[in-house]
């Protein structure tokens, strides 16, 4: 084996894990196909919100947006940061993951329902519209990739 194709430290390369290209691959088609029907939720939230309730409707709709944004965001920085970990790791990971944001949108929602420049209502319909939208989209993505779900070794 010639040298270049080793590390500096003398020590052999792992190879690649095969899964973790496939994960990423799959969290890009997620993403891509996902963003733009989640900013069209936001958006669609905030003027009915506006419309219905007026500004605190509309501060409540893209405070939801953005909280769900974020989580929907998350889920797809996990995918990648595990993709090519051991698969008990990688469920671990989502499951933790899971807990995580709906324990942060729970905080969320506890904290500014009281507040009187957000609507509630506002905050809560466009969060669930938008993660519900993310998620369909993901799953749109998953069934269009033609991703194999078992690997075969080389």
């Given at each position: 084996?010639?040298?270049?194709?080793?590390?500096?430290?003398?020590?052999?390369?792992?190879?690649?894990?095969?899964?973790?290209?496939?994960?990423?691959?799959?969290?890009?088609?997620?993403?891509?196909t996902?963003?733009?029907?989640?900013?069209?939720?936001?958006?669609?939230?905030?003027?009915?919100?506006?419309?219905?309730?007026?500004?605190?409707?509309?501060?409540?709709?893209?405070?939801?947006?953005?909280?769900?944004?974020?989580?929907?965001l998350?889920?797809?920085?996990?995918?990648?940061?595990?993709?090519?970990?051991?698969?008990?790791?990688?469920?671990?990971?989502?499951?933790?993951?899971?807990?995580?944001?709906?324990?942060?949108?729970l905080?969320?929602?506890?904290?500014?329902?009281?507040?009187?420049?957000?609507?509630?209502?506002?905050?809560?319909?466009?969060?669930?519209?938008?993660?519900?939208?993310?998620?369909?989209?993901?799953?749109?993505?998953?069934?269009?990739?033609?991703?194999?779900?078992?690997?075969?070794?080389?």
């Open positions: 084996m010639s040298e270049a194709s080793e590390p500096a430290t003398g020590e052999r390369a792992e190879p690649e894990n095969p899964h973790a290209e496939v994960v990423r691959r799959l969290a890009t088609a997620m993403l891509r996902a963003v733009w029907p989640g900013v069209a939720t936001v958006v669609l939230g905030a003027i009915v919100a506006t419309v219905l309730v007026g500004v605190p409707g509309l501060v409540g709709a893209l405070i939801g947006g953005v909280v769900a944004f974020g989580s929907s998350l889920t797809i920085w996990l995918m990648r940061f595990s993709g090519g970990m051991n698969p008990q790791f990688v469920m671990v990971i989502a499951l933790g993951g899971y807990v995580g944001k709906m324990l942060v949108l905080v969320v929602m506890t904290l500014l329902g009281g507040i009187d420049a957000i609507h509630r209502e506002s905050l809560a319909f466009t969060m669930l519209a938008t993660v519900m939208v993310w998620a369909g989209a993901e799953v749109v993505a998953f069934k269009r990739t033609k991703i194999p779900t078992i690997i075969p070794s080389n």
